[in-house]
């Protein structure tokens, strides 16, 4: 679901602050760029309250950041709701025994990892990212943690792009985003 | 300088903030004796030490940019830049920022590699902090002062959870001040 009060001044603000740039990584993407929210000290705060306010005694004791960009929103949110923050990282920069999940590219193949005991079975999860498309990488983020034997209770993206179904992707686990791009 | 020697000697948080850092040898390559943050951020309570200690260092001196250098100046940056009411800025490997970036190359071991950062993220005169997990030779660090500064930017502290030996002893990068919470340890413990 988006956020339900799509009237809030700070879902305004906060949809307004991201830049889209044209063609990039290459021709006909219409990159959704969520640096400059993080350039608006009041816009980046609101980010995080809203999904602080969601998720503030819900029991989560794990949020899991998809690297890179999740791992600007995920610690701030981890912090606030008294949780650990676990990157799940491109293959070999994770030192230490790890677990890996391939998903699928629309070229080839990609790999997400994550730490041995990281998470303890039955541990409440979320992930985060920045933003959901396809959902690919999402599901393998919660495969990992699925295979560690925590429960992922949600996850949680600033921008969805619906067109693209990634929320049909995530193996029927709940999908909250602030923004919708279409 | 290290935080004991300036103003939190003794300070418990300190030793637990260097005792929640895994040790792993011989990553990525046979004779490094990786420091890996990954069990801070696991531990809540060392975790938020780590933030509070750098937020209390900078929420009163004017600083409206912290930068924070990929990937895991990603995970204390933001954090401290909420706190003080900065903005983050984030400093990029090639090719990942979208729109006009200028770039710093900078030296490793073996080659050369490259820093990025957004045409337009800082204003002239800004007063910055760079944050990143741990500082070894500074040539990163040193890449993203230049970044900062090409945009006009003041860089007022390097700061970093981690100094390797390297850098103890020096209280400055570049003519920049360096500020860093604790040693790497050589010998992991039980845990």
């Not at chain 1, 889209?20 to 608006?40: E, R």
């Not at chain 2, 792993?24 to 696991?42: A, C, E, H, S, V």
């Amino acid at each position: 679901m988006s956020a339900c009060r799509d009237d809030d001044p700070r879902i305004i603000g906060i949809k307004s602050k991201i830049r889209v740039v044209p063609n990039f990584p290459k021709p006909g993407i219409m990159f959704q760029d969520i640096t400059t929210l993080l350039l608006d000290p009041k816009a980046f705060k609101d980010t995080i309250d809203l999904f602080v306010e969601r998720y503030k005694g819900k029991n989560i004791s794990v949020v899991a950041g998809i690297e890179a960009r999740g791992f600007i929103f995920g610690p701030p949110i981890a912090l606030a709701i008294g949780a650990k923050f676990v990157p799940l990282r491109k293959p070999r920069k994770l030192p230490g025994e790890v677990i890996s999940e391939k998903y699928i590219l629309e070229y080839g193949t990609d790999c997400l990892e994550m730490h041995v005991g990281a998470v303890e079975p039955g541990e409440r999860a979320l992930v985060v990212d920045d933003l959901i498309a396809t959902g690919g990488t999402l599901c393998a983020a919660m495969n990992l943690l699925e295979r560690a034997e925590a429960e992922v209770v949600e996850c949680a993206c600033v921008i969805e792009l619906p067109d693209l179904k990634g929320r049909d992707r995530l193996k029927g686990k709940p999908l909250y985003v602030l923004v919708e791009s279409h | 300088m290290f935080a004991a020697e300036n103003g939190l000697k003794g300070d418990p948080r300190l030793l637990a903030i260097s005792e929640a850092i895994r040790v792993i040898p011989n990553f990525p390559k046979p004779g490094i004796m990786f420091q890996d943050i990954t069990t801070l951020l696991m531990n809540h309570k060392v975790f938020k030490d780590t933030i509070d200690i750098f937020v209390d260092r900078y929420r009163d001196m004017d600083i409206s940019v912290v930068a924070g250098i990929e990937a895991r100046g990603f995970m204390f940056g933001p954090p401290i830049a909420l706190a003080i009411g900065a903005k983050f800025v984030p400093l990029r490997k090639p090719r990942k920022l979208p729109g006009e970036v200028i770039s710093e190359a900078y030296e490793l071991e073996y080659g050369t590699d490259c820093l990025e950062m957004h045409v337009g993220a800082v204003e002239p005169g800004e007063r910055a902090v760079v944050i990143d997990d741990l500082v070894a030779t500074g040539g990163t660090l040193s890449a993203a002062i230049r970044l900062l500064e090409r945009m006009e930017a003041e860089v007022v502290e390097c700061a970093c959870v981690i100094g390797l030996p390297e850098v103890k002893g020096q209280h400055r990068l570049n003519g920049k001040p360096l500020y860093v919470l604790v040693e790497p340890r050589q010998v992991d413990h039980c845990r």
